[in-house]
C-alpha cells in the first residue's frame, strides 16, 4: 500500500527526499505526535521538523509545515 503525499506550497523544498519517503512509510521510527493536536505527527530530518497528518481513508499524507526546529512551531 503506498500513500500519495501532498506537499504545501510554502513547504521549503530541501527535504523534499525526507517528505517523499513518507510516501512508503506514513509513520517512520522517530514519528511523534504533536501534544495538544489529535491528528498532528512529526518528524526530524537533520535540523528541520516536518508536521503532517495522515489521511489513511484516502492514503494521503498531508505535509502541512516544515521549518527550523527552533521556530517551526511559532508559525502555527
Request: proline share 5%; hydrophobic share 45%.
Amino acid at each position: 500500500m503506498t500513500y500519495r503525499v501532498e506537499v504545501a506550497p510554502e513547504v521549503l523544498r530541501h527535504v523534499q527526499a525526507a517528505v517523499e519517503l513518507l510516501a512508503q512509510a506514513p509513520r517512520p521510527p522517530g514519528v511523534k505526535k504533536l501534544v495538544g493536536e489529535d491528528n498532528l505527527l512529526r518528524v526530524r530530518t537533520r535540523d528541520y521538523q516536518i508536521v503532517y497528518e495522515i489521511h489513511d481513508d484516502v492514503l494521503i499524507v498531508l505535509v502541512l509545515a516544515v521549518g527550523n526546529r527552533r521556530d517551526i512551531y511559532q508559525r502555527r
